[in-house]
């Protein structure tokens, strides 16, 4: 997930579309809250559907408490430098680690946080206040990471933040489990989709992430964001709008992204920005699948970038295989990434 590009093959372009002003943000996120409050209670912000009330008592596949709907817990909120260029532009991605995860893949690199849960419980007043000091420490944007299973005190926040002069893009950096109910609830108050895509069948979704229905669910939610956002469109060297879409290349193809590249073709949807990732390194719990138990190999990672370029793929960023070394996280840090 988190990881520099240390080659970008096509700078992402584009029309850039008029990201809204923080008076409109505030508006759009009010006349947003009623139908986030009603999607979180009973839940089904995420393919799970687990139908807990996440306004009360109740926690749901992701372990995730937000009180009474007005509390958050979150590991980090740091400048990172090891996103995609257009996420880190001089000043570096805002970036705020979020607690547990409504996937927890067993090869997570963020395991510590993920699945253990790592982190500081607090009110959503104060996460507005950590919007706001990133900005005044320079970030290019507010990335939200893994969001989705807080997502009604996160919008209270930048509701928040907002009417106190936060003025940043919003980055919405997801694993792709999320309703398209959501991320139609979410038009105009996140800026640019960073969807993580994971699998592209059943067997494998089920298999390292407990989640037979991630495909169905992450291909309705990109859908969704695309012809919400569209491609992604740029504010001088840093992204203002728009799709960015990753996907972690896994070994033996468990990640089917052959086939996801052909998928997006199917759907003109060659001009999205694609960041394909060389990183994955078996962590965690990897070792019990032993088809994944390695590191990705130079001519698994070529043969999916030359295959993007066959197939038309305007804007691909890509990595060096040596990445996994230097960008594993350790959330028992301050910085829980080197510089
Ligand atoms: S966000 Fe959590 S509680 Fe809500 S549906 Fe997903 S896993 Fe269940």
Not at 31 to 53: E, H
Not at 149 to 178: C, F, K, M, R
Not at 256 to 270: H, N
Not at 298 to 309: C, G, L, R, T
């Amino acid at each position: 997930m988190v990881r520099r590009c240390n080659r970008m093959k096509v700078a992402a372009s584009g029309a850039a579309m008029a990201r809204v002003n923080p008076k409109e943000k505030v508006e759009r996120i009010q006349a947003a809250l009623p139908g986030l409050r009603a999607l979180v209670a009973p839940c089904r912000v995420c393919g799970r559907a687990c139908g807990v009330d996440r306004t009360g008592a109740e926690v749901g596949y992701c372990r995730a408490d937000a009180g009474d709907g007005d509390h958050v817990r979150w590991s980090a909120a740091v400048l990172h430098f090891g996103e995609e260029p257009m996420l880190v532009g001089r000043g570096g991605s805002g970036t705020v680690f979020f607690s547990h995860c409504n996937l927890r893949c067993l090869f997570c690199q963020n395991w510590q946080i993920s699945h253990e849960g790592e982190g500081r419980t607090a009110h959503f007043r104060e996460l507005a206040q950590a919007f706001l000091d990133l900005q005044a420490q320079g970030a290019e944007n507010i990335n939200l990471v893994t969001p989705t299973q807080y997502i009604y005190p996160v919008v209270q926040a930048l509701g928040l933040a907002s009417e106190q002069g936060l003025s940043l893009p919003v980055v919405y950096n997801t694993n792709g489990y999320d309703a398209a109910e959501l991320v139609a609830l979410l038009g105009g108050i996140v800026d640019v989709w960073l969807p993580d895509v994971k699998y592209m069948e059943s067997p494998p979704a089920f298999r390292y992430s407990h989640a037979a229905n991630y495909p169905e669910v992450a291909q309705a939610a990109v859908q969704t964001m695309w012809r919400q956002s569209g491609p992604l469109s740029m504010e001088g060297d840093t992204a203002g709008g728009g799709v960015l879409i990753r996907h972690l290349v896994l070994p033996e193809n468990q990640s089917g992204t052959f086939e996801f590249l052909l998928w997006l073709k199917e759907r003109d949807m060659t001009s999205a920005a694609l960041s394909l990732m060389s990183q994955y390194s078996p962590q965690f719990r990897a070792a019990e699948c032993p088809e994944i138990n390695r590191s990705l190999t130079p001519k698994e990672y070529e043969d999916v970038v030359d295959f993007a370029a066959h197939l038309g793929f305007e804007h691909v960023l890509t990595q060096e295989m040596d990445s996994r070394a230097v960008y594993l996280p350790d959330f028992n840090r301050e910085e829980p990434f080197r510089r």
